[in-house]
């Protein structure tokens, strides 16, 4: 590799990748400030409460109902700010933090992303579908097998830190 | 947690922000130096043959590498050009959904605590998973 080619690869990588930072803090930096007033007027506890029967059958409290809303159609870097400051703020269990990823992680920007195959013929409602319920199912089945080993609400960012590294 | 909620907001978003620009920055180098390599190329020509367990042709495999390498866009991107029949194109499209982007959003997941084999593992089995049942099921 001749130095222009690390040169511009360098370039260019971090050029894209700033470019998604910044695109990220476009989004991110007003939902942080539209969460923050919405906790403010307590409308978190009124819209917790309310899912709470959903997430439960998915084995997650009330807790974890906003971020999974929010990473399920905004996408899993823009929602997963919010997942990862629930993490932090300890409001999400490490059992919470993996049953989430469990269906965040194949499901998430499920507008966006489905959208993006439609002008190749692709039964939007087909593809969705097949996606949705096949994390559905997956979930389900980790939350029944990783059933409730009662752990302390303790933050899950930093339990896990310190046992990979 | 005294602040107005319009301090405290700009506060965590420019801290999630942060987050997120230390997991995505350096991937993104990386992918990115990756592509100047010929591992790349030399990974879809070992995926031919596997994804014919699925039903799909051997040049499927560069969208597919692409889109779980780099992001979304560059597997449409690649996978558009092929002109593969509705069948295959919705294969190709519930793998590409369910896994892409792995290195940057399995470094994002990391983040909220979650180990980096366990987000790989899940969005990979399931992607195979659906992508074979799907060619059981819907016979050409």
């Not at chain 1, 001749?2 to 971090?14: A, K």
């Not at chain 1, 039964?123 to 302390?152: I, Q, Y």
Request: proline share 6%; with cysteine.
């Amino acid at each position: 590799m001749t130095w222009s080619i690390f040169i511009s690869t360098l370039w260019e990588g971090s050029k894209d990748a700033a470019m998604t930072v910044l695109t990220m803090a476009a989004i991110v930096i007003p939902l942080m400030v539209a969460v923050e007033f919405l906790r403010e007027w307590q409308v978190f506890d009124r819209l917790s409460a309310r899912l709470e029967p959903g997430t439960g059958r998915l084995g997650l409290s009330g807790n974890a109902a906003f971020p999974l809303a929010a990473g399920a159609v905004l996408g899993l870097s823009y929602g997963s700010g919010l997942i990862i400051a629930s993490a932090r703020e300890g409001r999400l269990t490490r059992r919470e933090a993996y049953v989430l990823t469990a269906l965040l992680g194949p499901c998430h920007a499920i507008f966006e992303d489905t959208l993006l195959f439609v002008p190749l013929g692709v039964n939007p409602f087909l593809l969705l579908g097949v996606r949705a319920s096949g994390a559905l199912a997956l979930t389900l089945v980790l939350a029944r097998l990783w059933r409730s080993t009662v752990e302390p609400a303790g933050p899950a960012v930093r339990e896990t830190r310190r046992t990979n590294r | 947690m005294t602040a107005s909620p319009l301090a405290r907001g700009l506060h965590k978003g420019l801290e999630t922000t942060w987050i997120l620009a230390k997991a995505v920055v350096p991937t993104y180098v990386a992918v990115y130096f990756l592509a100047q390599t010929p591992v790349l190329e030399y990974i879809s020509r070992l995926a031919a043959p596997v994804l014919a367990l699925v039903g799909l042709p051997g040049e499927a495999a560069l969208p597919l590498v692409l889109g779980m390498f780099a992001n979304l866009y560059m597997g449409v991107g690649a996978l558009a050009p092929l002109g593969l029949g509705v069948r295959e194109a919705t294969i190709c499209a519930v793998i590409l959904t369910v896994a892409h982007n792995l290195p940057v959003e399995s470094a994002v997941t990391r983040q909220m605590g979650v180990a980096v084999w366990f987000a790989l593992a899940v969005r990979l089995g399931l992607a195979c998973g659906l992508a074979f049942l799907m060619h059981l099921v819907w016979r050409p």
